[in-house]
């Protein structure tokens, strides 16, 4: 079983929307959750991060984690064609684990 | 503050083919580290280094040579090119290693590069 589990998508949604990604994680000592963003033919760079439970909110991103479910999100509220791009999930555990990354458009 | 560099760009190969991918970093970190990103499979770490004169490998290591003789550059080596490494390589760095410094979240955030586009044909 992998350390963290991502859905590639693709994620297609309108100018506005709520966009919600999500990622499951298997090792329940994992504290610390990260978000990247990664720009077409970029590197990617740092989002948001987290420790523990409860959400964190920056702008119009709000990252949560449920630790009973192990399972991290992140919340684009009123999304933008900016916003396209591919998020991946990253946990902290000795070292970086990230997931697949889902690529996410948002249209005008 | 230029962060981490990575040359070239791109690059094409013949099978058999040796080149080293550079990377460096301006920020005085400790920690270095190259991933290999392909479609599907995400980010997958290849070498890792908690800092000079000590490597270790990741997930993926085979093909692949690094050192790290300076706390700036770390390159890395793939001595005879496959098709199968045709990949989107990464460089990253953080202040601090995850590996020795586990609970330092903050210091532990790894900054990327541009990446370098490799195809072996």
């Known amino acids: 079983q992998k350390e963290v589990e991502q859905d590639p998508g693709p994620l297609s949604v309108p100018e506005g929307a709520i966009v919600s990604l999500n990622c499951t994680y298997s090792n329940s000592a994992f504290q610390y959750f990260m978000w990247y963003r990664q720009y077409s033919r970029k590197g990617p760079e740092l989002l948001m991060y987290t420790y523990s439970s409860g959400n964190k909110e920056d702008g119009r991103f709000t990252a949560q984690v449920d630790k009973s479910s192990k399972y991290i999100s992140l919340f684009i509220r009123d999304s933008q064609p900016s916003d396209s791009a591919t998020y991946l999930c990253?946990?902290?555990?000795?070292?970086?684990?990230f997931g697949r990354g889902t690529q996410l458009t948002v249209w005008p | 503050n230029a962060g981490v560099t990575q040359t070239p760009k791109f690059q094409v190969l013949k099978t058999g083919q040796s080149m080293t991918l550079q990377c460096a970093q301006d920020?005085?970190?400790?920690?270095m580290s190259w991933y290999r990103q392909d479609p599907g499979m995400g980010l997958r770490l290849i070498h890792y280094s908690v800092g000079a004169g000590i490597t270790d490998q990741g997930e993926v290591p085979n093909g692949y040579n690094v050192s790290r003789s300076t706390t700036e550059d770390f390159p890395l080596r793939l001595l005879s090119a496959a098709p199968s490494q045709t990949s989107v390589y990464f460089c990253?760095?953080?202040?601090?290693?995850?590996?020795?410094?586990?609970?330092?979240?903050?210091?532990?955030?790894?900054?990327f590069g541009a990446g370098t586009r490799l195809s072996v044909l």
């Open positions: 920020m005085n970190h400790e920690y």
């Open positions: 990253a760095s953080s202040y601090s290693s995850p590996v020795t410094n586990p609970m330092g979240l903050a210091k532990n955030i790894q900054y």
């Open positions: 990253a946990i902290l555990g000795g070292r970086l684990y």
